[in-house]
């Protein structure tokens, strides 16, 4: 057994993926919890691939270099919860009868078998009854996380080098559904979707638990590089109008970018052009959703938990990607489901919507992961 889903010191959390390393710190404040320190470095392209660590000792640098540029208070502990990326771990929910608990230990230890796709003897393997919210069942839900071995012992040889102790590991979905989700209970089915810069994560969440998720590779990076590709700009004109202007109806757009020693000025005023690539990108996402979707809908097996039979009536987004202008009205007409950007302080502030400034929330969004992370690392205190 590994320590995938326990947790027994403070900790702080430390995001690890593709793209970049992330910091977070919580501190308990009465009934809420304060933002003690952040920070972000960007990885290179190279150092991690598909969650991989590539390139150990430049990545030891950069997480030693996140840690001495955090803002806010000065870091107490090197105790750390780390994310393990979702390509190279395995999560499952199944069912088993009820038993004693040294009874459940052996019969799930042999049941993940059946569902984890990597032999156990080469995994981190942990497991967690799911708490019901009717009590009146024959039998429980056991969520059970596994992650090889040797992806794990990469990550840890990294982090300790590093000067840090990794007290704990967690799959990237559980952080996500940790930081969205209101006292991690639901009552009915939620889609959460976190756009990342390098991948897309999708998690059904219902009850108490996490039910179902896939990994897409569409990402922010792609749709940037297709509106390059399509209005035959560069990357960086491309990202600027994704960012300034995303799908709002009327785009018009100076750009400047500097070359030598002078100035390249372009005005796009081509605004049904623009949506039009747009679009036609974010379709391929679109259908990927509702592929997800509709495998969702007939293998899921928890329907008497809390949620009726009924689809899936609400979806929160996540992740930087997530601050594409329109992209929450984009996918409720798109998919026909309510759609609303999702709120990272949701379990560290009291009444966060009213309290947090959409400025701040929208920054935050790329924090998602990591919020979660930290919040696991006060939760346990």
């Known amino acids: 057994m590994f320590d995938l889903l326990n947790l027994k010191t403070e900790a702080f959390g430390l995001d690890i993926s593709d793209s970049s390393v992330k910091i977070a710190k919580l501190e308990r404040r009465g009934k809420d919890f304060d933002l003690a ?57 199944i069912q088993m009868p009820k038993m004693a608990p040294e009874e459940l230990a052996k019969a799930v230890l042999f049941e993940a078998e059946n569902h984890i796709p990597i032999p156990l003897k080469d995994s981190y393997f942990d497991f967690e009854v799911v708490d019901p919210i009717v009590d009146h069942l024959d039998h429980c839900d056991v969520l059970i996380v596994a992650a ?31 930081a969205l989700i209101k006292n991690l209970i639901t009552v009915n089915q939620i889609l959460l979707i976190d756009f990342g810069a390098t991948r897309t994560v999708l998690i059904v969440f219902s009850g108490r638990s996490i039910r179902f998720t896939s990994l897409l590779s569409f990402s922010s990076e792609k749709l940037t590089q297709d509106l390059a590709s399509g209005l035959k700009i560069s990357i960086i004109e491309a990202e600027k109008i994704k960012i300034d202007y995303g799908l709002e109806s009327k785009i018009k757009v ?17 605004d049904e052009k623009i949506l039009n690539v747009l679009d036609s990108s974010l379709s391929q996402l679109v259908l990927e959703i509702k592929d997800f979707l509709d495998f969702y809908y007939s293998h899921r097996g928890h329907e008497h938990l809390p949620p009726t039979r ?27 489901i309510s759609t609303i950007i999702g709120n990272p302080w949701t379990n560290i502030l009291s009444e966060p919507e009213n309290r947090i400034p959409e400025e701040y929330l929208r920054r935050s969004l790329s924090y998602t992961k990591t919020l979660g992370l930290a919040l696991r690392g006060v939760l346990s205190e």
């Open 148 to 178: 090889p071995q040797n992806i794990v012992n990469s990550y840890t040889r990294v982090i300790r080098l590093a000067g840090l102790n990794p007290d704990a590991f967690e799959i990237e979905s559980l952080s996500i559904s940790r």
């Open 254 to 270: 100076q750009l400047q970018e500097k070359t030598g020693d002078f100035n390249l000025e372009k005005e796009i005023t081509e």
């Open 37 to 93: 320190c952040f920070g972000e470095e960007l990885v290179p392209e190279g150092i991690i691939e598909k969650g991989e660590i590539k390139d150990e000792p430049a990545l030891v640098k950069i997480i030693k270099k996140t840690l001495a540029k955090v803002k806010g208070e000065k870091l107490k502990t090197r105790e750390v919860i780390a994310s393990l990326p979702d390509e190279k771990t395995f999560l499952r929910v």
């Open 310 to 336: 009924d689809e899936i009536k609400r979806i929160l987004i996540s992740g930087g990607g997530a601050n594409l202008k329109g992209f929450d009205r984009y996918l409720a007409k798109k998919l026909g």
